[in-house]
């Protein structure tokens, strides 16, 4: 099983977006191997940015759509067909800025689906201004003497918006990244996974990312306690935690509101006939 | 026997739902009704009426005329009372103690209308027990109070010795009476459509209420989302994974799915949008009624993309033309626009409603054996590729928002671009050939004197060259525009009037664009208010003189 | 003297930067420079490459075939080889190991133009130290390097005993070698802009840095907020308070703005908004350049306001209408919309602009003796009210989203309905009158055939057209279109060609409609790369025939 | 001084807006009489909403604009001229629906405005749906069947945010709210104050409130801590607290992006002579 496709990878030699495809490319071929997972079930939709262009390199179904516009369609799939497994790939722009809004949303309703965020605090594509992840400070170019703005913690925000799963993870360690993708994926309800990514064009924190970043799962933290989970979020500085923040099974928002329904299989059309009388 | 009943108050007291019950018990009683609800964009304190027309024969809209006023506070009453005809019956605050009687009766103030009826029931002669029954079988719960509310109307009335008539029975059997946002949602179901997914805003809102309120027995969802954009892609989503999705709103929220409505165009998926119209621009006046997203129907999302923009002149073509429009992004793979507006949408009619038509979903299935490996883009000689969703063994749907390659990869190589260009054009062509069969116009009445328009006025329309020497073309397609079937029929034609609602007679230039001959006169209204048909008979009555 | 130099390679080889320090040179030696930039949406690993235009002759565009070409990489060279002209110098990897220059001489790969500029100069003969100043003035610290590798290409080329000529020193004097965008900046800048707001987007992030760069000694403020609603918001806010604003963004973006499009046409009050539009639909390919915004820049935002639209032609005319929209919007109290595209804005020409010119910006302010207490919406002969900032004494200015009375109040009535849209409709009268004294339309050559076009095809058909019996119109004011001035203009003329760069042919629609005239000739190109002059060329001579 | 207009106020009696309405309005009568402002200076901007009419009652400068746009025209406003003072009025779906984005953007950029919500639980003006801050369950015109989302937090939210002021009060206790407000009108950066305000015709939590509603200001809590603040934050149920949770003073945006720039007097026009040399 190998799920790359014919296309050639174009991001740049050390970009952190290989890291994050060879990671999941792993984790999927093996869940489908495995049979665990059916590839045709799979959906990947992605928005409009560097990372955007995974979807180009996995032989799998898949949604490059346009900017900040991943989450509700991600919804949308799974609603139509509960069946499907929809990731989506989101850049911090496109997650933060264009789509702070779906982001929000669609982690406290709680939509079986998973969310990747390639986080590399810069927009690559359009040529590296600062992100709503940004430092203060940081030098971009559209803020060539400084951002103004005071960064926002992706994983503070997703846990008070009742994300179900909540996980950090750097490009720069595949080997961890794999493990919380498996967890991703066996995750029933809102998954999201932050990446610490560097962009070696614009933002090049490989380095400054080695030194800090620490495994949750190195130490005894328990990803069980949302007030616990959000003081570690917190943490950002000297050291960097990253693994698994917060994990919890609640019921879905597909559960609630499909209501046992399955809108792909049953296509039965009413005939109207018992609604129609009750206006006359 | 057509007589117009207004009741007016503030919000809160029951007018649209007191409407509707007086409307059922004339529909069951054998007539045509329409109903009109005026109301301003607040709560309370407004002054609020709907219009309740009753007629032997069809009527197509409200007359703007009244024969019987209520009115339980006199701002309301003022405002209006210039629009009461010679003879009509007032019956006001200032003549009787409505909120007295709420009060005593320890009834609640949205049941005001249940006094009117009895009132009403009194005057027309109307049989009691029969009223009775409507209210029993309308209000449930509810039922006891307002029929002692009815009872306290119809016994004023017989003290104060009211004229009366004896309204014989209709011969005309029962019909729905559906207001146009029903009839939208029931077409889109019968078509099919499982997904809804909206934002709130007047006067789409009902629809998703009564979507919501039926999902299960409808066998759909019907979803409130955080906003119009999100509303359109998780609609889009649910297309992509190959279940019928719609989304509605107004021209505020129009605007902002414009970008995803390029998107459906740009990635070929099928999804109905509806735009009910209301008064722009901007926040403008929401609860009034207007034609002005024309233009921006026909050319909302940048760059250039085969779209379909059908607008129903009343609410059965509202229930059919929304069962169509499912018909037709599902074959084309491509946005259509459904235009409504405030006064289809939240107006109530006796309606024939083909409820038992079918509208069968087509779509271009992909078949392995003919066509080869799955290319979500392949070429093909009517521009439209064959589909499969996400779920289909040994298939994989790249669907791209980028320039992509057949096979849906992206790619912005100049030969990508022609071919994926023509593509969209060659189905653009399909398109117009085949509304070129279908003719999307209605023509009624003959004459030289044609009047063209399309939507919401149709009803006035017809109201108004009744016996008249007139033509009247309604442009049901406005997009593909039906040029060879209205070229046919404007041929022998003097003078060309149109009739639209709204300030740039956006309709008119467009006519003038695609059929290359001008308009003679422009009927134009941007008030808020819809046509009644003696405005418009006495402006045609001018014209043919 | 005319040539063309092609230097392809991949993003991060300062394919861009570097052709820009060639074209620096050429302009310093005394001729005029057009620069062109192919890249792709992709960071690395695209082949992009950029052509500088050199010449003793004013020239308009890029020429697409070349003289010179040098290429970091096959794959882009073998992509491009068949627009080298007959005797094109070649220099490829193949050819030349610039990887392992590069490598020894320790610099970075984005200095790799540098070495292009050593050969060019050996076999153009211009003077060595005269280049060398160029270097050092353009890339300060990082010049000594780059002259290394200048120094490097010389000597390599002298080594192989390059065909070499003498370039003399052109007699031009050199000019600003602008992108259009600066141009755009810069034209905002001197009538009075002070707020640029917007969200990155090709083609327009360039403009925000230039402004975000220079934002002090300019005097104005350059964000990037956190999307396009956010960045119309903040500008139509700043706007409010009485400072000129303005947005930048590509299509999708603009779809996003409609909404605030319609509220400001609305509210009345002024805003420029700049759209470079690349190739769509949706995403498309978004480094190429299109012109197919232009149905959505003349019918977006729904409901009916005033709006005027403007294309310029080239580089300078940018910075000219960029300029003229503030006042447009000052004056007017409403949204002007700037249509730029790719090839304009991210081109590079040396330019001659009227740095110097005033464009002061008028508005009609509020005169308490004369105007009485303030109104915002006042009615007044011309449908433009007196404005007034927030801040001013004794005033108190209500802007109103939802229809409004003259002091600006919630009001849906249908009196107030009528009389604000006829106030709107009042200004786009004066509009339009006004603008027939500017007669929005450029004029060059005679001839019996005429080409009709707008934006940026201007600079191919000027020189498709030299020493052919052929008039050129560009049409600079979309909306209000330049009728009178248009039909005068075509009065004897025979035959007319439109040429656009898009598929559906929206300009030439616009130009029928408007002038009652049938195009009879569609010049439609819509691969994303901008007219060739020859391409054109060989078309009219077609047509001529 | 009365700052109210000849205006009819139209929300349905006993709205919970008319206490929000009254307490700001005595406490903008009291400072502009006392001169600590300037009555021209005063900008109130409001969305579209039952709340949004709030901009006719008022005799100052208002914009009436879009729904859920209010953030970024403060901001605007602020920039363009820094003597004015922009006071934002954003009902619940204004400000976590529609315009969930910018509420958060305003807050992470510290700009010196000042953001009202009228937090009624439902969307009064379209006449009874959820909305983001609705609980979960609730039945409304659009859930028949009760609403399948977990409601924001919006205390929380703009904490973590990191707005420099957060505050609730309860549109029933109008001097309380009278007290939040002039703190309110006191701080430099961004202000929100969450109004807790019974819709009696859609969402009538008069009694529900009045019943559990506490002021920290009568405990021993102190709004400077931002843990404290955010444990404090999730406090909600039998006991909701009310009064200012968290309060800062930090750099504002105007600051750093204006750099002492006043652009509405400096309108002097730059001659682009240097810099257009540069491109030669
Ligand atoms: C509506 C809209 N606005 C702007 C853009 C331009 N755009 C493309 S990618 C991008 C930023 C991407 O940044 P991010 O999401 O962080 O992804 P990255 O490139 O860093 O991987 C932007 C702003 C767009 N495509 N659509
Ligand atoms: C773009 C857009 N979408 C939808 C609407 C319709 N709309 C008007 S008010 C409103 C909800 C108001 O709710 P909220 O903000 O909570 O204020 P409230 O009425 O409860 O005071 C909506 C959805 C609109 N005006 N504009
Ligand atoms: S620009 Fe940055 S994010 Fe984009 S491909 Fe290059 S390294 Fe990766
Ligand atoms: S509907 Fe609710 S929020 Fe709106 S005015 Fe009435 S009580 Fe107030
Ligand atoms: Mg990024
Ligand atoms: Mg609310």
């Given at each position: 099983m190998n799920l790359a496709t014919d296309r050639k990878i174009q991001w740049c030699p050390g970009c952190g977006n290989f890291g994050i495809y060879n990671a999941l490319k792993s984790v999927l071929e093996k869940e489908i191997e495995e049979g665990?997972?059916?590839?045709?079930n799979i959906v990947l939709v992605s928005g409009i940015g560097?990372?955007?262009?995974?979807?180009?390199?996995?032989h799998l179904n898949s949604f490059h759509t346009i900017h900040g516009r991943v989450p509700p369609l991600l919804t949308g799939i799974k609603l139509a067909n509960p069946s499907l497994i929809p990731i989506g790939f989101v850049g911090d722009g496109d997650a933060f800025a264009e789509g702070m809004s779906h982001t929000i949303h669609i982690a406290r309703r709680n939509s079986n689906t998973k969310l990747i965020l390639h986080n590399n605090s810069v927009y690559g594509l359009t040529t590296g201004q600062f992100t709503p992840t940004s430092p203060k400070g940081f030098k971009s170019r559209s803020t060539p003497y400084g951002n103004p703005e005071n960064p926002i913690n992706p994983i503070t925000l997703m846990l008070v918006s009742q994300a179900t799963f909540v996980a950090r993870g750097f490009s720069g360690d595949i080997k961890h990244l794999q493990y919380i993708f498996e967890e991703m994926m066996k995750h029933k309800g809102f998954a999201f996974v932050e990446v610490l990514q560097p962009c070696v064009t614009f933002n090049n924190t490989y380095q400054y990312y080695k030194e800090r970043v620490y495994k949750l799962e190195d130490t005894d933290y328990k990803p069980n306690d949302f007030n616990v989970a959000l003081q570690k979020s917190l943490e950002w500085g000297e050291k960097i935690p990253t693994g698994i923040f917060f994990k919890n099974e609640l019921p879905t928002y597909e559960d609630l509101v499909l209501k046992e329904k399955n809108l792909f299989y049953e296509r039965n059309i009413p005939d109207l006939k018992d609604i129609v009388n009750e206006f006359v | 026997m057509d007589f117009s009943i207004f009741i007016g108050g503030q919000a809160g007291e029951g007018i649209k739902r007191g409407s509707m019950l007086i409307g059922k018990v004339f529909n069951r009683y054998g007539y045509h009704v329409f109903i009109m609800n005026d109301y301003g964009s607040i709560i309370r304190g407004g002054t609020d009426y709907s219009e309740i027309r009753v007629s032997t024969k069809e009527i197509h809209t409200s007359f703007n005329r009244f024969d019987y006023m209520f009115a339980f506070h006199m701002d309301v009453f003022e405002k209006y009372k210039d629009k009461a005809k010679e003879n009509c019956f007032t019956l006001t605050l200032n003549d009787f103690p409505y909120d007295e009687v709420i009060k005593k009766a320890d009834a609640?103030?949205?049941?005001?209308p249940s006094i009117v009826l009895g009132v009403l029931t009194f005057m027309l002669g109307i049989p009691q027990n029969f009223v009775e029954d409507v209210i029993e079988d309308d209000l449930g719960k509810n039922a006891p109070k307002n029929i002692e509310l009815f009872r306290i109307g119809f016994e004023y009335a017989r003290e104060k010795n009211f004229n009366n008539i004896h309204l014989i029975k209709g011969e005309k059997t029962p019909k729905p009476l559906l207001y146009g946002n029903d009839a939208i949602g029931l077409g889109a179901v019968r078509s099919g459509m499982k997904v809804y997914a909206a934002y709130p805003i007047?006067?789409?809102?009902t629809l998703l209420e009564f979507l919501a309120k039926n999902a299960d027995r409808l066998g759909i969802i019907a979803l409130q989302l955080e906003d119009e954009i999100a509303a359109i892609n998780l609609a889009l989503g649910s297309a992509y994974a190959g279940v019928p999705s719609m989304v509605g709103t107004s021209g505020a929220g129009l605007d902002l799915m414009g970008e995803t409505i390029s998107l459906a165009g740009a990635v070929e998926l099928p999804i109905v949008i509806l735009d009910v119209q209301r008064v722009g621009p901007s926040t403008g006046a929401p609860t009034y009624t207007e034609q002005s997203d024309l233009n921006l129907a026909l050319n909302i999302g940048h760059g250039e993309f085969p779209r379909i923009v059908l607008a129903p002149g009343d609410i059965e073509e509202a229930f059919e033309l929304t069962a169509k429009a499912f018909q037709f992004a599902l074959w084309y793979q491509t946005p259509v626009i459904v235009l409504s507006d405030k006064h289809i949408s939240e107006s109530a009619r006796t309606t024939d409603i083909p409820f038992s038509n079918n509208y069968p979903l087509m779509i271009k299935t992909y078949d392995k054996d003919f066509d080869g490996p799955y290319h979500r883009y392949k070429i093909t000689i009517d521009g439209i590729s064959p589909f499969a969703p996400p779920g289909t063994p040994d298939v994989i749907v790249h669907v791209n928002s980028?320039?992509?390659?057949?096979?849906?990869y992206s790619s912005s190589l100049p030969e990508t671009l022609v071919k994926m260009k023509e593509k969209r054009l060659l189905k653009m062509k399909t398109i117009e050939e085949d509304f070129k069969l279908m003719k999307f116009i209605n023509v009624f009445n003959e004459g030289d004197v044609a009047v063209v328009s399309f939507g919401s006025p149709k009803g006035a329309i017809l109201e108004a060259i009744e016996g008249f020497p007139i033509k009247f073309i309604q442009v049901v397609s406005l997009e593909p525009f039906p040029k060879e079937a209205v070229l046919e029929e404007i041929a022998h034609v003097k003078k060309i009037i149109s009739v639209e609602q709204n300030s740039f007679g956006q309709f008119a230039d467009l006519f003038e664009r695609k059929i290359g001959r001008n308009i003679d006169k422009r009927v134009l209204k941007y008030d808020g208010r819809p046509f009644s048909p003696w405005e418009l008979r006495s402006i045609f009555e001018e014209v043919l003189k």
């Open positions: 665990s997972i059916k590839k045709e560097c990372y955007g262009y995974i979807t180009n390199y996995y | 609640e103030p949205f049941m005001k007047t006067p789409s809102s980028t320039e992509h390659t057949e096979e849906g």
